[in-house]
């Protein structure tokens, strides 16, 4: 009895992992991140492991499943089997990786605020700053490196100037009242 509840307890968060990327997946409609202007590709994962694929406007039925064995998401477009690891998946954003290689699927929410129309380095600096998932290249990493040290020297500047507006105010109540 005691190993059951103790196995039954560890199981929890694997099963909640698994709901909440399976409920995030099928609330939300997203947009699969590509460089092409031209091509707008977005995806509906629906109940059943049903997935409406729209390219353009022009739609189509594949299916996929969440495999929470090795969090992994497999699509199945009828002709094609592929195969991702899921690396973060929240809100905004669902990161997956092409099994066995460096290649990585950007979903994006359509209703997503902060990620609304961002580009390659958006969502590389989202990444980094939110999960600290590093996807950038050596040119990449360094100017992201040189931004975030500017932007800790402007924060740093700001908490200065704060904590001198505040002694002065402290220094002018303690004056007049």
Known sequence: MQTFIINTIKQ???????????????????????DSEGEIEKFLFRKKDELLVT?????????WQ???VNSSLL???????????????????IVLNVDSTNNYSFLINTKSKVLKDANWWDIQCFLMKRYDLDLFNETEKECYNEMEKKEQEERARKAQRFMIFFAVLLLFLFVFL
């Open 12 to 34: 929890i968060p694997a099963t909640n992992k698994k709901l909440d990327i399976k409920s995030t997946l099928k609330s939300n409609e997203w947009l699969v991140y590509t």
């Open 75 to 93: 699509i199945d477009d009828g002709i094609n089997k592929f195969m991702f690891g899921v690396i973060v998946c929240c809100k905004d954003i």
């Open 66 to 68: 969440f495999m929470e």
């Open 55 to 63: 390219v353009n406007g022009k739609a189509s039925y594949s299916n």
